[in-house]
């Protein structure tokens, strides 16, 4: 991926705070898992103490009822070759194990699943022509 990447987040705003915070934290992971480049150095304040950064470019959290969740999820995955797509379909949620869900998820249509969140990292173009109309979470 080239170097003008741009990283959106979308979720559900209906979702309860704990069951978004939770979309949002696993999505950026994957998103992270994904695209190392996103985050991964170090850096020391004046006294030398060193800290991982966070992420360096920002991560706006944007909002999405579910069918257009699950519409967008669709349409990224059409350009899964420019784009890093993370998507947290709602049935993962009750799996507790990783194993789980490798198991499960070939037997599921994306198509026919609620989709409370999708993370998007790939060229700003893109990345933008998929998120332009979502408005931030607020």
């Known amino acids: 991926m080239s170097e ?7 979720v559900n705003p209906e979702l309860p705070p704990g069951l ?18 996103l985050a ?25 009822d579910a069918e257009t969740l699950r519409a967008l999820t669709l349409k990224a995955l059409g350009h ?3 784009l890093a797509v993370v998507p947290f379909p709602a049935f993962a949620r009750s799996l507790h194990v ?12 994306l198509a026919a699943e609620t989709i409370d969140g ?7 173009k893109a990345v933008r022509s998929l998120t332009g109309a979502l408005r931030l979470l607020r």
Do not use: H, M, Q, W
């Open 118 to 124: 999708l993370g998007l990292v790939g060229p700003e």
């Open 4 to 10: 003008a990447l741009r990283v959106a987040v979308i």
């Open 40 to 64: 991964g150095a170090k850096l020391a304040d004046r006294e030398g103490r060193g800290i991982d950064v966070s992420s360096n470019r920002p991560v706006p959290i944007l909002a999405a």
């Open 20 to 37: 978004l915070a939770n979309t949002v934290a696993a999505v950026s992971i994957g998103l992270g898992a994904r695209v190392p480049g």
């Open 80 to 82: 899964a070759e420019a």
């Open 98 to 109: 990783y194993a789980d869900y490798e198991r499960e998820l070939p037997a599921r249509d």
